[in-house]
């Protein structure tokens, strides 16, 4: 049997456009996440908190503003938002060497650069999110969303090695130039890729979203049910349909729990129990070769067992397996290692449900509401992430590390609950949306 998404790669020139241009992007990605943090603390001679202030800038309007873009951003030319993104992240980073080179470098001017670099990632994100449903016909949605899901892993895993050989090589700040190039290459995939169209009245063409002949699924897009969509739309849309609503309210729960988590493993491990930075971080790498290994068996896994079945598999392993980290008494290396199964095992699970969770949310959302929905989906999933990392520190400290790490083990196997019921375990397929 053909794989889909590599069937979908050989005869869909655009869609392969825009997936070399987001494999170039994600690569340059992981240079900025290793060259960015080196510039503030070796150019600048900055401290930790420096160091984390410009990280934080980086994510913070994921934090402030995915409500408010995703809003602004619906009913816009998705394409051509992903384009101005991407230059605009150019211009942006290009700013990083010229005054590395210039000498007026600053730890408030990183700071500014990552902020503004993240809100062009942020309008790419929503924006994308409802670009590839227009490009691809809805039985091609998870094939592409796997093919550009299993490219990011592969960067994710491969990327922080050449990355480190890159600032090596040119040091941190002209390492920035390789993530200009993706930046570039993106926004040429991007513009180079066709949305498919169908002739809409006399003699013209319009290009809209085409759902592509499917059994049991409406030919026609879910409408919004609000007249004039507000800010709130998109949280309304989440939470009123059942499916919708438990994979919101699992992605919060999850990501909280997943800062109480791994905040405190890390304390446990390296402080206490005697596991090397080094063998740490071996283990962690784990995550990423199990993530990539369910991305690649999640279609499969789907068609053989059914998409509820599926995803219960995925959130035993994302959800349940942590709960061995805690309660495994050994130390230094046997430690690690137990911890490298677990993130293996962990990660298959992640790929599966990312996959699985991003397809259906593209099509169970009205498809004029995707963008508005995308960002109320990012605030409410970004959210809880400082709230985790809050809650990391008070259990570390007054209940100890290990007890953090069991807490946030038993935080992800609560995040699952709103997912196991009768009704979504039932699942084949994607449902048809309740509005069509």
Not at 211 to 233: F, H, Q
Not at 273 to 285: C, I
Request: hydrophobic share 50%.
């Amino acid at each position: 049997m053909k794989d889909p998404s590599w069937v979908l790669l050989r005869t869909d020139r655009s869609f392969r456009r825009y997936w070399l241009g987001q494999g170039a992007a994600s690569a340059g990605a992981q240079v900025t996440g290793i060259a960015v943090p080196l510039v503030t603390a070796i150019a600048l001679d900055a401290g930790p908190a420096a160091v984390s202030l410009v990280a934080a800038a980086g994510t913070l309007p994921y934090l402030l503003l995915s409500l408010v873009a995703g809003h602004l951003l619906q009913g816009r030319d998705q394409r051509r938002s992903m384009v101005a993104a991407d230059l605009a992240q150019c211009v942006l980073l290009a700013q990083i060497p010229v005054a590395w080179a210039g000498g007026w470098l600053s730890v408030p001017l990183l700071a500014a650069v990552t902020f503004l670099s993240g809100c062009c990632a942020l309008i790419f994100g929503l924006s994308a999110f409802a670009f590839v449903p227009a490009l691809v016909a809805d039985r091609d949605l998870a094939p592409a969303n796997r093919a550009v899901q299993a490219t990011r892993t592969v960067t994710e895993i491969s990327g922080p090695g050449l990355a480190g050989l890159l600032v090596s090589a040119v040091g941190a700040p002209g390492a920035l130039i390789a993530t200009m190039l993706g930046h570039l290459a993106s926004a040429a995939g991007v513009a180079s890729s066709r949305p498919r169209s169908r002739t809409v009245g006399a003699g013209s063409t319009a290009v809209v979203p085409d759902p592509g002949p499917e059994p049991g699924r409406s030919s026609k897009p879910a409408p919004s049910k609000e007249k004039r969509p507000t800010i709130l739309t998109g949280l309304r849309i989440l939470f009123a349909d059942r499916h919708l609503r438990a994979l919101t309210v699992h992605a919060a729960t999850y990501n909280a729990a997943e800062q109480i988590l791994m905040l405190n493993l890390i304390l446990w491990a390296v402080q206490q129990q005697g596991v090397g930075v080094g063998a740490y971080g071996l283990a962690l790498a784990g995550a990423g070769v199990g993530g990539l290994l369910g991305t690649l068996v999640a279609l499969r896994l789907a068609d053989k067992a059914g998409l509820g079945p599926a995803f219960a598999v995925s959130l035993v392993l994302s959800c349940a397996v942590p709960l061995l980290l805690p309660v495994w008494p050994v130390t230094g290396w046997t430690l690690a290692a137990v911890i490298a199964a677990v993130m293996l095992l962990r990660g298959i699970g992640e790929g599966n449900a990312n996959i699985y969770s991003l397809t259906m949310r593209q099509q169970l959302i009205p498809r004029d509401e995707l963008t508005r929905s995308a960002g109320a989906y990012t605030q409410v999933m970004y959210g809880s992430i400082p709230l985790g990392a809050l809650l990391a520190g008070v259990v570390g400290e007054s209940l100890g590390v290990r007890a953090g790490v069991l807490i946030g083990a038993v935080g992800l196997v609560l995040s699952a609950v709103p997912m196991l019921t009768p009704a979504f375990l039932r699942l084949r397929t994607i449902p048809v949306p309740a509005a069509a």
